[in-house]
């Protein structure tokens, strides 16, 4: 299902790039800790919309699907995962 991968880290990570045209975004989240997005503003530990990597799917498809997306997880840990845009 991915078009493209992400990374993110223990500090703000922009895991995709704002796009006034895209209208949705899939997220997976493939492995790691507990992260926390954040859209359109930095990424806060323990804030926001927080991703497992045990269930770690989501559909974005209102005006946030068009903002840059960021992922923080928690100290130590790398979080990655992919994207499908449409």
């Known amino acids: 299902m991915t078009k493209g991968t992400w990374t993110a880290t223990a500090v703000d990570s922009v895991i995709l790039a704002a796009d006034a ?12 800790d507990y992260a926390y ?3 359109g503003e930095a990424a ?3 804030q926001g ?3 497992s990597p045990t269930s770690g799917f989501l559909k ?3 005006s946030r699907a068009k ?6 997880c928690n100290t130590g840990c790398t979080a990655s995962g992919g994207y499908q845009t449409a």
């Open 37 to 39: 997005l954040g859209f």
């Open 60 to 62: 974005v498809s209102d």
């Open 44 to 46: 806060v530990y323990g």
């Open 49 to 51: 919309i927080r991703m």
């Open 21 to 32: 045209s895209r209208i949705e975004v899939d997220l997976q989240y493939a492995s790691g």
């Open 67 to 72: 903002m840059a997306i960021h992922m923080i």
